[in-house]
């Protein structure tokens, strides 16, 4: 099979967040099962900085309707990996940031993604074989036009003909929504500009274009697929997924375990694994160090995790006195919203040894942070998927999650299920259901027979990218026979 990846971000070119990431490890999954992957992705400023060699370069003119642009095409020499596109205009993506700068989203998002859809779709042309099974996966907004410019294009075009498409929303909060004039650089017919089309409260609504044009449908988690079929997380999507409900699919996102193994991790002072837990006690006391924290044995709970609401820091800010009213540590890493900065600034300062805090996303910070800790706290409002909490398993760091998306769907919850549990959930979105399942954890940390079993549960649950690439191939070949009974 043949599997096109169209993302807005991938490592090692770009990075914004989680899709990046997902971006590069999800393809060398799929490859490593047979299947031949090339990812189209912007060329960024910076993205020069990836090392890479270009093998060659193609150029198409794309037609925006209000311009036309130039789209270079640089195909990346990636050794030992899947091919990887940069689609390049220099008026478009060579400024800072992805989808934006310190000051906010670019204004002309509309177009920056519209001419990358259109560009991957010429170049589709090029590349597609008819006689070989081809999938093209799009994710997010940024690409939710590419399955529909495909369903228009295999009308007339034999070359697309059998190709199938499958759009993955990984966080609905972020649509793509522009004003209705925007519409005019899509090229589509303007029939489609209604509400049962990509019309949306009359504007563009890319998310929604993926929605309607792809052939299957999925997302992160099975808990947040069904979230999103209801009004508080389908953000007015609801009812275009209810009606499409039938090609909705979920798959957990992946760990890459070549990189997050406590075993074998360059970045912590020691390394350990379930059968020899000896140098978790040498991580946590780094992680004292690190921190300047009060020794002992009372637990050190630990978030990693944007400072946003969302993320539950708001929760946060109103269980503070309660948590700081309980015999454990509390650790912070992440930057985000002011208020939150602040906040945390100013807990720190008052309850030096109690509280830690880092304002910055450190990757090789972040794998000692997991590697001290006894508990990973993730209170989010909602979370589509999540990765954290899987890294806190593999590295004995029990979770306490709010049960929502992915964290309802990784973690088992040890009160529901005693003996087979590998961390601790509470369902509703208030500081005493947090502290409550936090108090439940702390009473357990105590019998140490019991938390070093909770412990091993969690560091032996398996949540690689070759059990998420499996559940992918088999959406693929689904959207394949979908495909071919549409066009035939």
């Given amino acids: 099979m043949r599997i096109f990846f169209v993302t807005p971000e991938a490592v090692p070119c770009s990075r914004a967040g989680g899709l990046g990431d997902i971006s590069y490890h999800l393809p060398r999954a799929l490859q490593a099962l047979g299947n031949e992957v090339t990812v189209l992705v912007p060329k960024y400023n910076g993205s020069e900085e990836c090392a890479l060699t270009y093998r060659r370069e193609l150029d198409r003119h794309v037609d925006l309707s209000i311009s036309n642009r130039l789209a270079q095409f640089y195909e990346l020499d990636l050794p030992d990996a ?9 008026e478009l993506f060579a400024r800072p940031g992805i989808y934006g700068n310190e000051f906010g989203d670019y204004d ?7 001419f990358f859809s259109k560009a991957v779709l010429s170049l589709l042309v090029e590349l597609i074989e008819p006689s070989v099974p081809t999938v093209i996966h799009s994710h997010d907004w940024p690409t939710g036009l590419v399955p529909m410019y495909l369903k228009l294009a295999r009308v007339n075009s034999p070359k697309l003909k059998g190709a199938a498409s499958v759009f993955t929303y990984h966080n609905l909060a972020n649509q793509g929504t522009f004003p209705y004039y925007d519409f005019t650089m899509t090229g589509l017919d303007w029939n489609l500009f209604n509400f049962r089309g990509l019309e949306f409260h009359g504007q563009l609504n890319m998310t929604k274009a993926g929605l309607l044009g792809s ?3 999925s997302t992160v988690s099975h808990k947040y697929a069904k979230e999103t079929l209801g009004q508080e997380f389908g953000h007015g999507l609801e009812g275009v997924l209810k009606e499409r409900q039938s090609r909705l699919r979920s798959v957990l996102n992946g ?7 406590p075993s074998s991790d360059r970045f912590i002072p020691a390394t350990y694994g379930p059968d020899n837990l000896s140098g978790k006690q040498v991580c946590r006391a780094n992680l004292i160090s690190l921190f300047g924290l009060d020794p002992g044995p009372d637990p050190i709970v630990v978030m990693v995790s944007r400072l946003l609401s969302r993320k539950g820091f708001d929760l946060i800010a109103r269980a503070m006195p309660a948590l700081l009213e309980m015999p454990l540590r509390l650790v912070f890493m992440g930057a985000g919203e002011d208020q939150y900065i602040s906040f945390l600034r100013e807990t720190v300062r008052q309850n030096p040894g109690k509280v830690g805090l880092k304002l910055a996303y450190d990757p090789a910070l972040t794998h000692q942070i997991m590697a001290g800790a006894d508990i990973f706290l993730a209170p989010s409002r909602f979370e589509p998927c999540g990765l954290e909490q899987m890294y806190a398993m593999k590295y004995g760091a029990v979770p306490v999650v709010r049960a929502t998306g992915g964290l309802d769907d990784t973690v088992q919850d040890e ?6 549990g590998t961390g601790y959930k509470f369902p509703q979105y208030t500081p005493e259901d947090l502290v409550g399942a936090l108090a439940k954890a702390l009473e357990v940390f105590k019998l140490t027979d019991q938390w070093s079993a909770l412990m091993l549960r969690g560091m032996r649950a398996d949540f690689s990218w070759d059990l998420s690439a499996l559940s992918y191939a088999a959406i693929y070949q689904q959207a394949l026979d ?3 009974g549409e066009t035939n």
């Fill in 215 to 217: 052939d299957l449908i």
């Fill in 108 to 114: 002309d998002n509309a177009e920056r993604y519209i």
């Fill in 255 to 261: 760990v890459d375990y070549s990189l997050w193994d």
């Fill in 482 to 484: 979908l495909a071919q």
């Fill in 82 to 90: 899947h091919k990887v596109f940069l689609v390049s205009c220099d």
């Fill in 415 to 420: 009160i529901d299920h005693p003996g087979q």
